[in-house]
């Protein structure tokens, strides 16, 4: 992958960014063309050297367009989780057409964050069929949902062990609900499935330890995720500067400074997950939720009446901002989890 293959795409997802956003067009051709260049990894990738890699593609495609960034952290994190597996048996040519963006990777993992935290309970059961199993309920939530997705979700099962499976949006029980009518990032696949009776081999079932799993795969999470924060806040800055009245200058120069914090700790954390504590993780996403907010009001305030059109740069970063805190881990996970690694009680529910 070179500087141009991905200046290209970075160009080509700008020009799209407002009709990915509507969802007149969506990201299955912006995935395509970074497959094609290799952003998502080969086998000989350095995992650590991979991530940051990855965090660096990251955040500049979501300065340009956080749907097309969103669907390549999907993507991404599929493949994470399918590295990070024990699966019994290959799925290379999963892998490989994953790498290749033309099979899309939906990750539905959101539940098991929230069942792992005490706040929730994962919506799919896993029955024993054989020596594989049988799924039935619902995925509420996954995006990169087209064509004959790889979907990545966590499961229970009747004797209250968690899984982690992947399954394909196609296989036989699976049924998906009409697209989400969404605030913004409406050409990301956004939807949800139905399952009834799916069955699942040995061989897709990627962790039989839900707990070890997430924390093996939550730093590329995580990390993916501050960089999509970061890269609105760049978009945010840069659009801001060129009509930025002097009476504001400290105030985007303050921004710029804060940004460049968040870069530093995002790429010294992505050059070396080894041991990195989920507080510090937390922490990390939270400085970059927080900014991202902070720019993006910074902005609206400078353009003024122009950026309050809705078809504006400025209108859609609006709506991009206010998904980041959505995105699992929320918001109000991430303060859980700081007030857990500060050593004082989670709050209740």
């Known amino acids: 992958m070179t500087t141009a293959d991905v200046s290209g795409i970075h160009e080509q997802a700008a020009a799209g960014a407002g009709d990915v956003d509507a969802g007149r067009a969506d990201v299955r051709l912006h995935l395509r063309r970074l497959g094609g260049v290799g952003a998502f990894g080969t086998d000989d990738d350095d995992p650590t050297e991979g991530l940051l890699t990855a965090v660096r593609m990251v955040r500049r495609l979501a300065s340009v367009s956080l749907a ?29 057409g994953l790498r290749a963006g033309t099979v899309p990777g939906a990750s539905a993992m959101a539940p098991a964050l929230a069942d792992l935290a005490g706040t929730g309970t994962l919506p799919v059961t896993a029955t024993r069929d054989g020596d594989g199993w049988r799924l039935s309920g619902t995925v509420t939530w996954a995006s990169n949902l087209f064509d004959d997705a790889v979907v990545v979700t966590p499961v229970r099962t009747s004797e209250e062990g968690r899984l982690v499976v992947c399954l394909r949006r196609t296989d036989a029980g699976v049924t998906p609900t009409e697209l989400y009518d969404l605030l913004g990032l409406n050409g990301t696949g956004t939807g949800g499935l139905g399952l009834d009776g799916v069955a699942v081999g040995p061989g897709h079932v990627l962790s039989d330890d839900l707990a070890s799993f997430v924390a093996v795969c939550r730093p590329a999470m995580v990390l993916l995720q501050t960089a999509m924060a970061v890269g609105v806040t760049d978009a945010a800055l840069t659009a801001s500067t060129e009509h930025r009245p002097a009476v504001l ?101």
């Open 68 to 96: 097309t960034a969103f669907a390549a952290w999907s993507q991404r994190m599929v493949l994470e989780y399918l590295r990070a597996s024990a699966r019994a048996e290959p799925l290379d040519g999963l892998v490989d």
């Open 249 to 349: 200058r400290p105030d985007g120069d303050a921004l710029g400074e804060r940004r460049d914090d968040v870069v530093r700790r995002l790429e010294d954390l992505a050059g070396d997950r080894v041991g990195v504590h989920p507080g510090d993780l937390a922490r990390l996403r939270l400085a970059a939720l927080d900014l991202a907010a902070d720019a993006v009001r910074f902005e609206s305030a400078v353009a003024g009446g122009s950026g309050y059109l809705a078809g504006s740069d400025t209108a859609r970063r609006v709506r991009e901002v206010a998904f980041l805190p959505v995105q699992a881990p929320t918001y109000a996970q991430l303060r859980r989890e700081v007030a857990v690694a500060e050593g004082g009680r989670a709050p209740a529910r």
